[in-house]
Nanobody, 120 residues
């Protein structure tokens, strides 16, 4: 079983910063790609940032230049550094990981989400 645990969300003023963390635990041999998504009530979940196994990254246009995704494979952790936050960034942020188990199975795993509120 693969478990993702996000942390780091909270309330921040416009222009502020937050750093989200996602620890990938359980039956993990290797993490292929990983990503952060976000969702606001009534809207579809949208991709915010992705990082491939080799470390290449991609971002939604709305967060380019402000957000940075990174990974620490030694600790099976994925990060999202969010700077210059705007009220439009308010959402529940979800971590996703494409995981290979020791048995060679591939698992699509999701976290429970961490809320981010940007407000003065």
């Amino acid at each position: 079983q693969v478990r993702l645990a996000e942390s780091g969300g909270g309330l921040v003023q416009p222009g502020g910063s937050l750093r989200l963390s996602c620890v990938v635990g359980g039956s993990v041999f290797h993490i292929n790609s990983a990503a952060w998504y976000r969702q606001t009530p009534g809207l579809q979940r949208e991709s915010v940032a992705r990082i491939a196994a080799i470390g290449s990254t991609s971002y939604a246009d709305s967060v380019k230049g402000r957000f940075t995704i990174s990974r620490d494979d030694a600790d099976n952790t994925v990060f999202l550094q969010m700077n210059n936050l705007k009220p439009g960034d308010t959402a529940v942020y979800y971590c996703y990981a494409d995981v290979v188990t020791p048995e060679g199975l591939r698992v699509d795993a999701w976290g429970q989400g961490t809320p981010v509120t940007v407000s003065s």
